[in-house]
């Protein structure tokens, strides 16, 4: 049930901080072909670059095609896991300080209890791939949903105290990195990665009594797990079995995790 829950209270506060953003998305320094968005929802299109300075989401339904670069600048947000919507991403997706990085929505019916609901359409879900890497550097909120990344997904540092991060149903084809964040819970779960998951110095605020630490449920990961100074600690979830299918080692916090 927490899982359920943690999605409806991402997609909530979202929401939230989007919710008065004016529309205010304008061609970029590359003209027509780049596009910066100030504010509001960006459109379907095919941009070379797109750059978000703003509050900015997607409509439900759009299809958007960057031929290179996602930029989400310090304290913007890139809402993209409120509305389902089809993202293909041919080089990096990166965020800055502050920023909220919120990729990809799926419903219960595709993915069960690890589901992340579209808030504007439920049944709905997204298509999102990432050529290049995902990395957030010092975000306030980073959820990816349902992504495809041929490269590493890093995110470093930064937190918030009333937003979870989910990091679940990924497809990764490298490592994924989780480090240095102090924030209120981390879940991840259900990702296939094509090397290694790192989880380091992470520090938890969660007073939920059923949710002791970082979640790290049924991950499928070629390589190695590797989880140390995770405080409280860790959790293999709720169910009996939620393990995780390691390739190599598990080592530190993690190694009873497999």
């Known amino acids: 049930m927490r899982f359920k ?17 004016a529309m205010a998305c304008v061609p970029g320094p590359g003209g027509s072909s780049g596009y910066t968005c100030t504010g509001g929802l ?12 703003g509050q900015c989401g997607v409509a439900d339904g759009a299809t958007i095609t960057v031929r290179g670069n996602v930029w989400v600048a310090s304290n913007a947000t890139f809402d993209a896991q409120s509305a389902p919507a089809t993202i293909t991403v041919g080089g990096d997706v990166t965020a800055g300080s502050g ?3 919120g990729l990809g929505c799926q419903p219960a019916e595709l993915v069960g209890n690890s589901a992340h609901p579209c808030e504007t359409n439920p049944t709905g879900h997204s298509t999102i791939s990432v050529k290049g890497n995902v990395t957030a550097f010092k975000a306030s909120v980073v959820l990816l949903n349902g992504v495809t990344v041929r490269g590493n997904v890093a995110v470093l540092g930064g937190g918030s105290p009333v937003i979870p991060w989910s990091i679940k149903n990924n497809n990764v084809g490298r490592n994924i990195t989780v480090a240095g964040q102090n924030t209120e819970w981390i879940g991840v779960m259900f990702n296939k990665v094509g090397r290694n998951v790192l989880l380091y110095d992470i520090a938890l605020s969660d007073p939920d ?3 002791p630490g970082v979640f790290i449920v049924k ?10 100074r995770l405080t409280p600690g860790v959790s293999g979830g709720f169910a009996p079995g939620s393990v995780n299918v390691v390739g190599g080692s598990a080592l530190g916090q993690c190694a009873s995790l497999v």
């Open 42 to 53: 960006v459109p379907s299109g095919t941009y070379s670059n797109l750059k978000v300075t």
């Open 219 to 228: 991950n499928t990961i070629q390589r190695n797990l590797i989880c140390y």
């Open 5 to 21: 829950v943690i999605g409806t209270l991402a997609t909530t506060g979202v929401l939230a901080m989007t919710g008065s953003a």
């Open 99 to 101: 920023s909220l990085l």
């Open 209 to 211: 009594p059923g949710a």
